[in-house]
């Protein structure tokens, strides 16, 4: 079992950056395929971006490619997701999740089993 704890959200400008991060406990990290999700107000959860066990390979929704970036460091048992350019649709309340594999694609594909808390982004324009 990983238990996630997601930190960096506020308010920031449109056009301005921030950085999540997530901090996982339990021996199953380094092995797991991890990613994040946003939910805006009034709309459904939706995939943002995953990244296999190693950090290698790295996946993006359309929306968000080549302005956000999604990178892990398994020593300390963290997925950050770099988010730039910001715009006011991204305002959202974003999640970290595990996946039940350890690629990418799995957590593109939604199989996932352990979410965190998430934490809350606010793009003014």
């Known amino acids: 079992q990983v238990q996630l704890v997601e930190s960096g959200g506020g308010l920031v400008q449109a056009g301005g950056s921030l950085r999540l991060s997530c901090a996982a406990s339990?021996?199953?990290?380094?092995?797991?395929?991890m990613g994040w999700f946003r939910q805006a107000p009034g709309k459904e959860r939706e995939f943002v971006a995953g990244?296999?066990?190693?950090?290698?390979?790295?996946y993006y929704a359309d929306s968000v490619k080549g302005r956000f970036t999604i990178s892990r460091d398994n020593a300390k048992n963290t997925v950050f997701l770099q988010m730039n350019s910001l715009k006011p649709e991204d305002t959202a309340v974003y999640y970290c999740?595990?996946?039940?594999?350890?690629?990418?694609?799995?957590?593109?594909?939604?199989?996932?089993?352990?979410w965190g808390q998430g934490t809350l982004v606010t793009v003014s324009s």
């Open positions: 990244t296999g066990w190693s950090g290698g390979s790295t």
């Open positions: 339990g021996r199953t990290f380094s092995t797991r395929g």
């Open positions: 999740a595990a996946a039940a594999g350890r690629t990418g694609a799995s957590v593109a594909e939604g199989a996932l089993d352990a």
